[in-house]
């Protein structure tokens, strides 16, 4: 299991990060030595906070969770990811959940849902993270995606890195002057 959940923290490696994390104000920077985007990845990957009851999966539960909602188009892109069930709870609860627990470091920069005979079947949450990342073209992105599941809810949580030096393009319409 790599995911914090409700409180309790698996793996003595990253407890200082996330003490650090808790504290309110502070700018979170996560790179080693020598820094990479898939340390960092892991690293903040590991500090989002499940609901109580979460339970890991190894493998994608439901086809929407297969990849990432939505992600840069950069190579090469350091993609960690992470699936959880989450019974008991629908979507919106474990979306709102997922707000409020956020780690301080972690802003909000976007949502989106989708909707089947006027009930909620999947959400995301997509966020920046706030910090210092000089090895890494932007910081970090997450991408939180939650579908409706036969006994509550199931998830995935991405978190994005990008390195210096990667080949990004726009996935925009293009024009020519």
């Known amino acids: 299991m790599r995911f914090k959940h409700a409180g309790l923290t698996i793996g003595a490696a990253f407890a200082a990060l996330l003490l650090l994390n808790g504290c309110a104000g502070t700018t979170l920077h ?68 997922l707000k409020t627990n956020r780690p301080s470091a972690l802003t909000i920069s976007g949502s989106g849902s989708s909707e089947k005979a006027g009930v909620v079947t999947s959400l995301m949450l997509s966020g920046d993270w706030a910090g210092s990342y000089p090895r890494l073209m932007y910081p970090p992105v997450t991408v939180e995606s939650v579908v409706a599941a036969a006994s509550g809810s199931a998830i995935r949580v991405d978190v994005l890195a990008i390195p210096q030096g990667a080949a990004c393009s726009s996935t925009g319409v293009a024009t020519s002057p």
């Open 30 to 97: 996560v790179e080693s030595d020598p820094p990479n985007a898939a340390h960092t990845a892991s690293a903040l990957l590991k500090t989002i906070e499940l609901p109580p009851g979460a339970k890991a999966l190894a493998t994608s539960p439901n086809p929407q969770l297969d990849k990432p909602w939505s992600s840069q188009a950069c190579t090469p892109i350091s993609d960690r990811s992470e699936w959880a069930s989450v019974p008991g709870m629908s979507p919106s609860q474990v979306q709102l959940w």
